[in-house]
């Protein structure tokens, strides 16, 4: 009995060093994350060919054999991590339910879920509803597990949540006041655009984000004046988030470009730390935190 569970253990541990980034250099690691990689490629093409009428009729038998292909591989891999959950370092202090529940909740083990999901439901919800299937679409962020660059930016993004959210409640804010000024100017000339303030939202939005479609432009001296001034706090408001981002970015990359910096000079510890604590979406550590 005890032979069997040690044995269970191994091929455990054997499963999770192949899913998670297992020893550098090993070619079965390497070789699996090649094909993952591959097949979430090839997913991708077909979402998007499958949507052409043409092509979608005359290639649907491969458009279904990859999918149901896919399906396979993405729900054995969906319960493989699942399994392999209490393995994760940060997790090991955890019993096994916890562990595994842990991960379920998890923004990666939340992506994986809706990666193979939309099919099942499909399989059980009337053909109207089917259009559930382009959610297929978020199989694309499974890809941050094996791109440094992404997890790299997923970091910066997590770390820099409040900031970058405080942009965003600015930014409606100033598209509701850019709004308000502008009915008030042109609400006479143009009663069909800028008539109420929920009209001129959309204005004051593609104003603000330097898009400028043409639709509705102000005519009158005073919302040509609304409309500069729109413009340049668009300007600012735009440089923000730039900004935020990459300094974070920044920082990000050079903790794992010099992680012994970051360890106080313990490469030993900094290159522990990185082998052994892969990387996994949790948006709930600070920034430069592993």
Same mark, same amino acid.
């Given at each position: 009995?005890?032979?069997?569970?040690?044995?269970?253990?191994?091929?455990?541990?054997?499963?999770?060093?192949?899913?998670?980034?297992?020893?550098?250099?090993?070619?079965?690691?390497?070789?699996?994350?090649?094909? +993952?990689?591959?097949?979430?490629?090839?997913?991708?093409?077909?979402?998007? +060919?499958?949507?052409?009428?043409?092509?979608?009729?005359?290639?649907?038998?491969?458009?279904?054999?990859?999918?149901?292909?896919?399906?396979?591989?993405?729900?054995?891999?969906?319960?493989?991590?699942?399994?392999?959950?209490?393995?994760?370092?940060?997790?090991?202090?955890?019993?096994?339910?916890?562990?595994?529940?842990?991960?379920?909740?998890?923004?990666?083990?939340?992506?994986?879920?809706?990666?193979?999901?939309?099919?099942?439901?499909?399989?059980?919800?009337?053909?109207?509803?089917?259009?559930?299937?382009?959610f297929r679409i978020v199989?694309?962020?499974? +890809?941050?597990?094996?791109?440094?660059?992404?997890?790299?930016?997923?970091?910066?993004?997590?770390?820099?949540?409040?900031?970058?959210?405080?942009?965003?409640?600015?930014?409606?804010?100033?598209?509701?006041?850019?709004?308000?000024?502008?009915?008030?100017?042109?609400?006479?000339?143009?009663?069909?655009?800028? &008539?109420?303030?929920?009209?001129?939202?959309?204005?004051?939005?593609?104003? +603000?984000?330097?898009?400028?479609?043409?639709?509705?432009?102000?005519?009158?001296?005073?919302?040509?004046?609304?409309?500069?001034?729109?413009?340049f706090v668009g300007l600012?408001?735009?440089?923000?988030?730039?900004?935020?981002?990459?300094?974070?970015? &920044?920082?990000?990359?050079?903790?794992?470009?010099?992680?012994?910096?970051?360890? &106080?000079?313990?490469?030993?510890?900094?290159?522990?730390?990185?082998?052994?604590?892969?990387?996994?979406?949790?948006?709930?550590?600070?920034? &430069?935190?592993?």
């Amino acid at each position: 009995m005890r032979a069997h569970a040690k044995r269970a253990l191994e091929l455990r541990r054997r499963v999770y060093e192949l899913l998670e980034h297992g020893p550098i250099g090993d070619f079965r690691v390497r070789l699996t994350n090649w094909l +993952l990689i591959l097949l979430i490629v090839v997913n991708l093409v077909a979402v998007a +060919l499958e949507t052409v009428p043409r092509l979608e009729t005359a290639y649907r038998t491969e458009f279904i054999a990859i999918e149901i292909f896919s399906l396979i591989v993405f729900t054995v891999e969906y319960l493989l991590r699942i399994w392999v959950a209490v393995e994760h370092a940060p997790r090991r202090h955890l019993s096994a339910r916890r562990a595994r529940w842990e991960f379920i909740k998890s923004p990666a083990g939340l992506i994986d879920l809706v990666s193979v999901l939309p099919f099942w439901l499909a399989f059980f919800t009337p053909a109207e509803f089917r259009v559930i299937l382009v959610f297929r679409i978020v199989r694309f962020l499974k +890809l941050a597990r094996y791109s440094p660059a992404l997890r790299s930016l997923l970091d910066a993004l997590a770390g820099e949540r409040r900031a970058l959210f405080g942009c965003l409640v600015i930014m409606v804010g100033m598209a509701f006041i850019a709004a308000a000024l502008i009915h008030v100017a042109e609400r006479s000339v143009q009663p069909e655009k800028f &008539g109420t303030i929920p009209d001129s939202m959309w204005w004051a939005i593609v104003t +603000l984000g330097q898009v400028g479609y043409g639709d509705a432009v102000p005519t009158t001296t005073l919302g040509r004046l609304v409309g500069v001034m729109t413009i340049f706090v668009g300007l600012v408001m735009i440089a923000l988030p730039i900004g935020i981002v990459a300094t974070a970015v &920044g920082s990000v990359v050079w903790l794992v470009s010099y992680p012994f910096a970051y360890w &106080g000079g313990n490469t030993n510890q900094s290159t522990q730390a990185l082998v052994t604590a892969p990387f996994e979406w949790t948006f709930e550590r600070p920034l &430069g935190q592993f």
